[in-house]
């Protein structure tokens, strides 16, 4: 069935560095890519997403980029800030609707 | 606006008995989904809606889970005979159409 890889598991870096977060799939059909944050206790929030037609998005200090023909996508966080640290998830789906998410990577920012 | 509500915030129940679990979704979105999270773990892929079409159920783990959802609003996940390892917290969600999903704040299970 498909699987959504994602490592590390736990990250930790210093405020300033940059974070990389990485996720492979399994589904070659999947065409819809989006990044969750979950803060502790709360609810998931959609950060970023990427659409298999584009290869990189940016949106300030956080970029995705899209390698379909590996079949992974990657999380590109810099400057990072205290405020970063939580639970980042990965997913992929077909259009947007079964989505098959990653176990998540806790990151961990020193301030 | 009203975001995803779900009810309860906690159930605490003893083994075997059944449990329903409410989702209300954000008004006018067409696709609704439920995942289950286990303590420290991923988002695990349940059953979804979108508006008329027939439900995909291929993620629910066994034949003791269902889920309804009703004039294409408010959904009602149902777990018979309650066993020690559905103890998770349970996450809604509501998007528009498929794309971002906007998540409720979970219902906490505990089965004793």
């Known amino acids: 069935g498909e699987n959504v890889e994602q490592h590390p598991s736990t990250l930790s870096v210093q405020e300033g560095d940059s974070a990389v977060i990485k996720c492979t799939y399994s589904d070659s059909a999947s065409n819809y890519f989006p990044w969750y944050k979950q803060e502790l206790g709360k609810r998931p929030q959609l950060i970023i997403d990427i659409r298999s037609n584009v290869g990189e998005k940016k949106d300030q200090r956080i970029a995705v980029t899209l390698n379909k023909t590996a079949k992974h996508f990657s999380l590109h966080i810099t400057e990072t800030q205290p405020e970063d640290s939580a639970v980042y998830f990965c997913?992929?789906?077909?259009?947007?609707?079964?989505?098959?998410f990653g176990a998540g990577t806790r990151l961990f920012v020193k301030a | 606006g009203a975001g995803v509500s779900q009810s309860p915030s906690n159930k605490v129940t003893e083994k075997g008995k059944d449990v329903e679990l409410r989702c209300d979704p954000i008004?006018?979105?067409?696709?609704l989904y439920w995942y289950r999270q286990s303590l420290g773990q991923g988002l695990e892929f349940l059953i979804y809606?979108?508006?008329?079409?027939?439900?995909?159920k291929s993620g629910l783990p066994s034949d003791r889970f269902s889920a309804e959802r009703t004039g294409g609003s408010v959904s009602t996940l149902t777990i018979q005979r309650t066993q020690q390892e559905d103890s998770a917290v349970y996450l809604c969600?509501?998007?528009?159409?498929?794309?971002?999903?906007?998540f409720g704040p979970g219902t906490r299970l505990t089965v004793l």
């Open positions: 809606f979108q508006g008329n079409s027939a439900p995909d």
């Open positions: 008004s006018g979105h067409t696709a």
């Open positions: 997913a992929a789906s077909i259009g947007g609707f079964k989505t098959i």
């Open positions: 969600a509501s998007s528009l159409g498929g794309l971002e999903q906007f």
